[in-house]
């Protein structure tokens, strides 16, 4: 689809410029890793780069197969394996929903296009960096992770004799300064407003 537009031009150029700035090779060799490593099996184009990359995912399938081996029940009942354009997007967009219940954000997701026309592949990896995070974090996922792990919440009880001698110490961020002012200093001119 991507090959069929016309180039871009102006502040449209320089913007996918900045978002192909972006790209890292590196992250994208650890997600094609975690990839292989969750479903057991080789992605079909070994060769690296985002443009492979982008082939490997874009109908979608291995997106699917991968949240439904992440979930602990299959979030995507039914994967087209047909290649017309908008069954490899209608699966791309089950992914997508099914990040959702899994777990993700909004802001974590990518749009449609941005993988099925290698527009910001850079979020595609950011969105697979999330759904290894989620995984290991919530449910339960003890594989190979990419990403970061949530925090755990870590609620603390205090007595009420400690929550009263913590009444009376001054933090640096309440403004104490031990008694340092800035009075007497004068740093250049005054400022004269004249009429």
Same mark, same amino acid.
């Given at each position: 689809?991507?090959?069929?537009?016309?180039?871009?031009?102006?502040? $449209? %150029?320089?913007?996918?410029? +900045?978002?192909?700035? /972006?790209?890292?090779?590196?992250? &994208? #060799?650890?997600?094609?890793?975690?990839?292989?490593?969750?479903?057991?099996?080789?992605?079909?184009?070994?060769?690296?780069?985002?443009?492979?990359?982008?082939?490997?995912?874009?109908?979608?399938?291995?997106?699917?197969?991968?949240?439904?081996?992440?979930?602990?029940?299959?979030?995507? $009942? %039914?994967?087209?394996?047909? +290649?017309?354009?908008? /069954?490899?997007?209608?699966?791309? &967009? #089950?992914?997508?929903?099914?990040?959702?219940?899994?777990?993700?954000?909004?802001?974590?997701?990518?749009?449609?296009?941005?993988?099925?026309?290698?527009?910001?592949?850079?979020?595609?990896?950011?969105?697979?960096?999330?759904?290894?995070?989620?995984?290991?974090?919530?449910?339960?996922?003890?594989?190979?992770?990419?990403?970061?792990?949530?925090?755990?919440?870590?609620?603390?009880?205090?007595?009420?004799?400690?929550?009263?001698?913590?009444?009376?110490?001054?933090?640096?961020?309440?403004?104490?300064?031990?008694?340092?002012?800035?009075?007497?200093?004068?740093?250049?001119?005054?400022?004269?407003?004249?009429?």
């Amino acid at each position: 689809m991507s090959e069929n537009r016309a180039e871009k031009s102006g502040l $449209s %150029k320089d913007i996918q410029r +900045k978002l192909d700035a /972006k790209y890292n090779i590196e992250q &994208e #060799k650890q997600c094609r890793e975690w990839i292989e490593a969750v479903l057991g099996e080789d992605l079909p184009d070994q060769e690296v780069g985002k443009n492979h990359f982008q082939a490997c995912l874009k109908d979608g399938t291995i997106l699917c197969q991968l949240i439904n081996a992440l979930s602990p029940t299959p979030l995507i $009942s %039914k994967i087209n394996n047909q +290649k017309m354009a908008f /069954k490899q997007m209608e699966n791309i &967009e #089950k992914f997508l929903t099914a990040c959702k219940k899994f777990g993700l954000q909004d802001g974590d997701l990518f749009q449609t296009a941005d993988l099925y026309e290698c527009q910001n592949m850079s979020q595609v990896v950011g969105t697979l960096y999330a759904c290894s995070t989620i995984a290991t974090s919530k449910h339960g996922y003890t594989g190979m992770c990419i990403g970061t792990k949530l925090a755990d919440e870590n609620v603390r009880e205090f007595d009420d004799e400690t929550l009263a001698a913590g009444k009376s110490v001054l933090g640096g961020q309440m403004g104490f300064t031990g008694g340092d002012s800035q009075s007497g200093m004068s740093m250049g001119k005054t400022r004269k407003v004249c009429d």
